[in-house]
């Protein structure tokens, strides 16, 4: 059982291919978005990505990560990465996603695996909100440092 609701039933927000879902955070939350994405433009992207992008603003696409920032919630989307984590279901509002500052420490459900940042999107290794592993191997290459706060 995992952690949250699937409102998406499994069909939504999950690559089909590998069955790791979306990883969701804010943009406000990821160090180096602002730095790193570029804004959209329809020649940027392949016509399958471009299917539902009339809802997004910036993304990035290389060959480690695609991921694409909503202009009406600030999130981004991370829909590919080499790299996963393990967070909750997000609300409805994003059906089948998971909630990247939402992560699961214990007990981890193969349902709760979704695509994430590498530690390269971060300034600071305290701010990375969650455990970091490898899709090609699924050996953990980042443990989330807890912080004195989270602790009390």
Avoid: H
Avoid at 28 to 53: A, K, M
Avoid at 132 to 140: A, D, K, R
């Amino acid at each position: 059982m995992g952690y949250g609701i699937d409102y998406g039933m499994g069909k939504t927000n999950i690559d089909q291919k590998t069955g790791i879902r979306f990883g969701v955070i804010s943009a406000n939350n990821v160090d180096y978005w602002y730095e790193s994405s570029e804004p959209f433009t329809p020649e940027n992207l392949s016509e399958e990505e471009l299917e539902d992008f009339e809802t997004q603003e910036y993304f990035v696409k290389d060959k480690e990560i695609f991921a694409v920032q909503s202009v009406s919630t600030n999130d981004i989307f991370v829909e590919r990465s080499k790299y996963f984590t393990y967070a909750s279901f997000c609300s409805p509002c994003c059906p089948g996603a998971c909630n990247l500052t939402d992560f699961i420490e214990d007990d981890r459900p193969e349902s709760n695996k979704c695509y994430c940042f590498g530690k390269d999107w971060f300034e600071k290794e305290e701010n990375i909100p969650y455990d970091i592993y490898e899709v090609s191997t699924g050996n953990l290459i980042f443990k989330k440092i807890q912080n004195d706060e989270e602790n009390i």
